[in-house]
């Protein structure tokens, strides 16, 4: 059985095909982020546009890529993500689906995160505890079966990736911060600065990351000040980076040890942050799973296999759902009303 997976929750246009029996049998992704960038963000409206501009020709692409006609099931993107994106992908997949007279499933983006480790060879098997760091997201979650899932930590303030992509914006660096602030760092001291390490030694899983952003403001402030960014600029993204993944560590071993789960998952868009994986693995006794690095950040991919796993107790969806905030704990999709 072939599942077609569309993704449009943000501002990458992602489309993929998964095969039952093959695995992963083609795979396209189209990246916003050069329309974005010049706003430091993502711009809703554009996003949406661009998404219409780029999903036909992409399914056209992995179709013909994979030498079929049609799939034998659709799964897109439902939420949580920007409302007029979803409904590209959502409205697409559902034109689409009676065309092709086909079932459509929707996908839970976050549960799209933590199933993509599943496309590996090497793939995690249930129960295992994920840690879902993305530029929206900060959740520890204990995942007992597919669609058995638990929120035990969730952030208060700022996302990882957000905190990551803020601290980058400080430091002069160009948006998405993640990955440019990850470079920076290399060249780095880690130890230059001691940034906090926000709600570690709590017994709760929360994160909070904004008094780790408001610390490196103040530094930054004081360093510019001085007339010395330039040159410590490296120095100040290592520490950030240090603070950020111990937290992000320290809590995930913890909750894994406490729920008896001998597997942790990393995924989403910081879960391709290098120093996080290494930590992970040095920190942790058990095993560790990541989706390789082109499918932490968003992707069809994801939302291909997620689909093909829930299509045996979906129901053909008779709506489009978008679906802007969505808990995964309940996997019941609020009415759009
Ligand atoms: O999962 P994702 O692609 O989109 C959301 O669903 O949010 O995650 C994007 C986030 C951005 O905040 C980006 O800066 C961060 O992931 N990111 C990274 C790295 N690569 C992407 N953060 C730290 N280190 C990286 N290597
Ligand atoms: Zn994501």
Known sequence: ??????????????????????????????????????????????????????????????MSDADIERPDAIAYTAGPGLVGALMVGGGMANGLGLAWGCPVVPVHHMEGHLLAPMLEDEAPRFPFLALLVSGGHTMLIAVRGLGDYETLGTTLDDAAGEAFDKTAKLLGLGYPGGPLLAELAEDGDDTAYSFPRPMLNRPNFDFSFSGLKTAVMLEVKRIESSGALDLRRADIAASFQRAAVDTLVGKAVKAAKLHGMNRIVVAGGVGANRLLRKEMVKHFTGDVFYPRFEFCTDNGAMIA?????????????????????????????????
């Not at 246009?13 to 430091?40: E, K, N, P």
């Not at 711009?43 to 692409?61: F, G, K, T, W, Y």
């Not at 796993?309 to 759009?336: K, Q, Y």
């Open 1 to 62: 059985m072939i599942t077609l997976g569309i993704e449009t929750s943000c501002d990458e246009t992602g489309v993929a095909l998964f095969c039952s029996a093959r695995g992963l049998i083609a795979d396209a992704l189209h990246s916003q982020m050069d329309l974005h960038s010049a706003y430091g963000g993502v711009v809703p409206e554009i996003a949406s546009r661009d998404h219409i501009r780029m999903l036909l020709p992409l399914i056209q692409q992995v």
């Open 305 to 337: 296999i997620a689909g093909a796993m829930r299509l045996a107790d979906a129901e053909d969806a008779a709506e489009i759902r978008a679906v802007a905030r969505w808990s995964l704990d309940t996997l019941d999709v609020p009415s759009l009303a």
